[in-house]
């Protein structure tokens, strides 16, 4: 399956509004997280005082990045852990390529994890003949299926019970079911196997403790637990933004992040992994490698609006509070972190030549703001992208083009802007709009469906194409407020 | 580490000094970020910390028992393995090397209980019985170290984990949970620590709670609160 880029979003968006499927299936996951994630922030009685205390810690990190990731990786060599340093995905594969090729490695199993999707590390595997395993249930049927995640929490999220039974019957060779039970317990008995025989277990890392040099990775399926404890090596990849200060640190953050994600308290597992195993035949890997990866996020501490982006702990809870996102889903974004978190990063991570479209995927509603554990935020962040378009035209290559026909949209929001500061000019213009809109009208809209506007205006068509517009009212709101409140005081 | 690997912290740290440099005289205006709606809906307070802990831990699917000392523990323990015996899901069982779990598992009716089978055998057993080193009421969870007993894997392959907890080792919160487990000299931490809150789930088909997809299916866990009279919280 060919898979999309960010490049091409509005044709995706558009393509994703045609799939009735996938637009049931965001609605129930969306509106499912969100209600959860609602009623858990509802059971502690100081959220807004977390959400401070978290956005501080990951501020003050921040600001000392580089003292905080020296601690850490000093602390975590102390206790056995190997440091490794990637500049870019190219460096870090090249990482774990070595590793495996030093072992010998055939099977690699995986817990999922952002940063390995954002390397592309399962194909780099591959490409030296080792396969590389998902083994997180959704990681994992979207892997035999050949796609992409469309959900940073539930990846497979826009797959049927039916599609995913014919996909095990077809590469598993399993019965026909389409009881979820039984596919869960099908995808147990074969990651099972493979558990048994992997010879590296490769995982993501929530967050990295400076003063501890601990690791803290969290889960509900029980397969990170497997993929840390089983193999001989564990690989650990870890951006360079994941670091936090202290191990108290830690409380803040598992409260806010299970109840961001998923709406619960707690997930159902929490591995806290420092360094190497003190006795060789303690349980679990003899070898801890900790990849330290930068692939653009130093870059994003050059400007305090930029630097919010690396606050992120990857929740999700942007995604399912955004209007766009529940409409369109993951694959749209063409980028492995989509939705409004997505449409500011991605741009950041892969230049904004390739994904100019991504910072106006949104209607600055606020709603990502609004959830946010960290209070990133993201229409700050949107803007600041937009800004940086307009500004630099050839760092956009559709604005750029834009920019050199729509002299007359510059024109126009001039205008607009100016009767916008002036009250009287304002009402006077509403109070002209409404009586000439009655040549655009149709029914009580104005705009595609029914109207003329977009017939026998040109310019304003391609605004229309898309939108209809309320009719503006005879009586304006400030007249009406006028009203409402001369018969009191 | 590497050549390659010190090459690119050196550029890493670089990166990271200027980008830190030149974003020093930018000014910026926090926007004032809309508090989050919704009124709180906190616990009363009027549980103990482990009557709070057993709810917690049942809410997300486990079952939860307490016995006032060792003995009937170990009672309830044998009722339990006789239950999952009577399904079909009680034949092996697999205990960790605490001496605890070795007395409560003394009276346990089966011929097949062994002390930490290896990984690859781990794989074939129905049941592991473990002890915990502490249990955080506020949220119901274990927590497994990995230093004071070899439970890692004995909790985690098979389909059935039943925990051993002391309720003198219950605290409130994970941030108690946290700072007993710190240490001022990182090497004294313990290598690897497990928190477990309720049964391996997942959701990842249509949303669908499923249990048991990696970890244990079920999760039963048994307090012993043998503390005399005067030290338990008296809103029983």
């Known amino acids: 399956m060919d898979h999309l880029t960010s490049e091409t979003f509005d044709a995706n968006a558009r393509a994703a509004l045609t799939d009735s499927q996938l637009r049931g299936a965001l609605k129930n996951v969306t509106s499912l997280f969100g209600q959860r994630r609602l009623a858990a922030v509802r059971s502690v009685s100081n959220w807004e005082e977390l959400r401070s205390e978290a956005r501080r810690i990951k501020d003050e990190t921040l600001l000392n990045l580089d003292k905080y990731l020296d601690e850490f990786t000093a602390k975590a060599e102390a206790c056995g852990a190997q440091i490794h340093w990637a500049r870019d995905a190219a460096e870090a594969n090249e990482i774990v390529k070595t590793l495996a090729r030093e072992r010998q490695a055939r099977l690699v199993v995986k817990s999922k994890s952002m940063t390995t999707e954002e390397i592309h590390l399962n194909a780099a595997l591959e490409a030296i003949g080792v396969e590389a395993l998902e083994t997180d249930l959704g990681e994992y049927i979207i892997q035999l299926a050949g796609e992409t995640p469309s959900h940073i929490i539930a990846p497979a999220i826009h797959k049927t019970r039916y599609q995913i039974a014919d996909l095990f019957v077809e590469k598993l060779g399993i019965a026909p079911t389409d009881d979820v039970v039984m596919l869960t317990a099908t995808a147990r008995r074969v990651l099972r196997q493979k558990f048994a025989a992997a010879d590296v277990g490769i995982s993501g890392v929530n967050f990295g403790v400076a003063e501890t040099g601990t690791i803290l990775i969290l889960e509900n399926e029980g397969n990170i637990r497997l993929t840390t404890s089983l193999p001989k090596i564990h690989i650990a990849v870890m951006g360079i933004e994941k670091v936090i200060p202290r191990f108290a640190d830690l409380a803040v953050f598992l409260k806010l992040l299970p109840r961001s994600g998923t709406g619960q308290h707690l997930t159902s597992y929490q591995s806290l992994i420092t360094g190497t195993k003190r006795t060789t035949d303690g349980e679990g890997p003899e070898q801890l490698h900790i990849i330290l990866l930068d692939n653009g996020r130093s870059k994003m501490l050059a400007h305090p609006t930029t630097r919010q982006s690396l606050a992120c702990i990857r929740c999700g809870a942007c995604l399912n509070a955004c209007p766009v996102y529940q409409q369109i889903g993951g694959h749209a974004y063409g980028s492995v972190y989509p939705g409004p978190i997505g449409a500011v990063i991605t741009p950041q991570l892969i230049g904004l030549k390739k994904s100019s479209q991504l910072p106006y995927a949104s209607s600055l509603c606020g709603a990502c703001r609004e959830v946010c554990p960290v209070k990133i935020d993201i229409p700050e962040l949107l803007l600041h992208l937009r800004a940086e378009i307009k500004r630099e035209p050839a760092v956009g290559r559709q604005e750029s083009e834009g920019v050199a026909k729509n002299r007359g949209e510059q024109l126009a929001f001039k205008f607009w802007a100016m009767v916008m500061m002036r009250p009287r000019l304002y009402e006077f213009s509403a109070r002209v709009g409404h009586l000439l809109q009655r040549f655009i009208k149709r029914g009580e809209r104005i705009g595609k469906v029914g109207g003329l506007l977009g017939r026998i205006a040109p310019p304003l068509a391609a605004w229309t194409s898309a939108r209809d517009l309320r009719p503006i009212e005879a009586e304006s709101f400030r007249q009406q407020w006028r009203r409402e409140t001369a018969g009191r005081s | ?236």
């Open chain 2, 1 to 236: 580490m590497t050549n390659t690997s010190r090459a690119a912290r050196e550029a890493i740290m670089h990166s990271i000094r200027s980008s830190l440099a030149a974003s020093q005289g930018i000014v910026h205006t926090p926007h004032t970020i809309v508090p989050d709606h919704g009124e709180p809906i906190v616990a009363d307070g009027s549980l103990s910390p482990i009557e709070t802990f057993c709810a917690r831990l049942e809410s997300v699917g486990g079952h939860c028992h307490i016995a006032p000392d060792e003995e009937a523990a170990a009672r309830m323990l044998s009722a339990i393995i006789t239950d999952l015996k009577a399904r079909q899901a009680g034949k092996r069982i697999a205990l960790s090397d605490s001496p605890t779990v070795a007395r409560l598992a003394r009276d346990i009716d089966s011929d097949e209980i062994d002390v930490c089978p290896a990984p690859h055998d781990l794989f074939n057993y129905d049941v592991g019985i473990t002890a915990t080193q502490a249990a955080i009421a506020e949220t119901g969870t274990l927590v497994l170290v990995a230093e004071n007993e070899r439970h890692r894997l004995v909790s985690l392959l098979p389909p059935v984990h039943i925990a051993i907890v002391h309720a003198r080792n219950v605290v409130l919160t994970i941030a108690d949970a946290l700072s007993q487990l710190r240490c001022d000299d990182p090497q004294e931490m313990s290598r690897a620590i497990t928190f477990i809150t309720g049964p391996s789930r997942t959701a990842d088909i249509e949303l669908t709670l499923t249990v048991g997809v990696h970890g244990p299916k079920e999760l039963y866990v048994i307090v012993i609160d043998d503390r005399v009279a005067d030290n338990k919280p008296s809103s029983v």
